[in-house]
């Protein structure tokens, strides 16, 4: 974008093509406006932040001041361009504008606000994580200048690397904040956030060891979460726990070595990981117990077994029955009365299959008790139903 002092601006559209061929120039050329000009290159190029740096380039060796890029799906709210030119025009030291950003579906649908925060955040607030939505930064054109362009051996963090040198360079004064929706961001399974997690988590750790010298144990935390909650009904067949340790392997470096291994110790221990195996994962607490729901998921095919035996505990300070709900993916409910507070059996029979297939059930039970207002000694203050002690598939 170039501008003026009258709050006066031209904009210029720079589109960066993978060679594709699925007649992208065409479809620009339809819905394109005519009164906005525009630069396509279509050339092969090494990567997303390779193509974007050509885009900065060539917009800035044609008079650009002012700089955003949207990525594949992303869209600017209504306004949002006025209220940047207006913020940079009205602030000449002010070097960087961002501001909320909104996530959808492939349809569009809200998902939610992204989880940002304003420059008053200290560096360190990186450290929990990326607090700046990428489409809805705007730069001068001299900051590309200051700080340099896009770290292209980066894949996809290249955003998060940027914006720490950014806030390692400009003063809190030269970056503001508009408290407002400037763009949407789009989440579906194809999109580059969700298609290359493990790349994602990886590059953010690399990134903040860069400028911290190790990146937070949380953020091994943060993606084993995320793989747990997929599990199994991903493409790879590896088990869950090899899965984990393949992911330890490639993070080790960029985790302060005391908190690695203490990372590993609590894994050790997750009776998510101790029950699971390449067919099987039980959504459960870490040590076990189940808080009012226990999801079970199974992926098999005509020669694996496909029933599932939970051998469960009550363990409750007073006996009473316990009532439970099974809901099958497939619709069909069943309610099971337990008589016992000891030892007693959940049995999950997937249906006969030809080929691979996936089951997945939901126990669930209104019922509870909280151990701190049993025990006076106990610090645990969860909402707790009854413990998996064992799993077998028959």
């Known amino acids: ?186 989440l579906h399974e194809q999109c580059l956030t969700n298609r290359l997690r493990e790349t994602v988590i990886l590059e953010s750790m690399q990134v903040l060891k860069r400028y911290f010298g190790n990146a937070p144990a949380h953020w091994l935390l943060t993606y084993f979460d995320e793989l747990f909650a997929k599990y199994p009904f991903i493409e790879d067949k590896n088990s869950l726990v090899d899965l984990v340790k393949q992911f330890l392997a490639k993070s080790k470096s960029f985790i302060e070595p005391i908190q690695f291994q203490q990372a590993i110790k609590n894994l050790e221990l997750d009776y998510r990981l101790k029950f699971s195996n390449n067919q099987l994962y039980l959504q459960i607490e870490p040590d076990g117990w189940v808080s009012k729901k226990l999801v079970v998921k199974l992926r098999y095919d005509e020669a694996q077994k496909r029933a599932v035996l939970l051998q469960c505990q009550g363990g409750w300070a007073s006996a009473e029955n316990l009532y439970l709900t099974i809901h099958a993916d497939d619709g069909s409910i069943e309610k099971v009365k337990i008589n016992t507070q000891d030892k007693f059996f959940i049995t999950l029979k997937a249906p006969k299959t030809r080929s691979s297939a996936y089951a997945s059930w939901r126990v669930e039970t209104r019922q509870y008790f909280v151990p701190s207002q049993v025990h006076k000694r106990s610090k645990d203050h969860r909402a707790l139903s009854f413990r998996v002690d064992a799993i077998s598939l028959e």
């Not at 092969?44 to 885009?55: E, F, I, M, T, V």
Request: charged share 20%.
């Open 1 to 186: 974008m170039v501008c003026n002092h009258n709050f006066e601006y031209q904009l210029h559209h720079h589109i960066i093509d993978n060679c594709s061929t699925d007649s992208t120039f065409d479809v620009i050329s339809k819905y394109h406006p005519k009164q906005v000009s525009l630069t396509f290159i279509s050339e092969r190029d090494s990567g997303p932040a390779a193509a974007l740096n050509q885009g900065f380039k060539s917009a800035i060796s044609l008079g650009a001041n002012i700089i955003g890029w949207l990525n594949a799906d992303d869209y600017y709210c209504p306004e949002t361009i006025k209220r940047v030119i207006k913020v940079f025009e009205e602030n000449p030291k002010i070097q960087i504008v961002y501001g909320q950003g909104r996530h959808v579906n492939f349809q569009g649908e809200n998902l939610g606000l992204y989880p940002s925060l304003s420059p008053d955040a200290s560096l360190k607030s990186f450290l929990n994580g990326c607090f700046i939505c990428q489409p809805t930064v705007f730069l001068r054109a001299e900051v590309f200048f200051t700080v340099g362009y896009l770290d292209e051996s980066l894949k996809t963090g290249f955003d998060f690397d940027l914006w720490l040198r950014i806030f390692k360079k400009y003063r809190k004064s030269q970056i503001y904040f508009i408290n407002k929706v400037l763009a949407n961001s789009r």
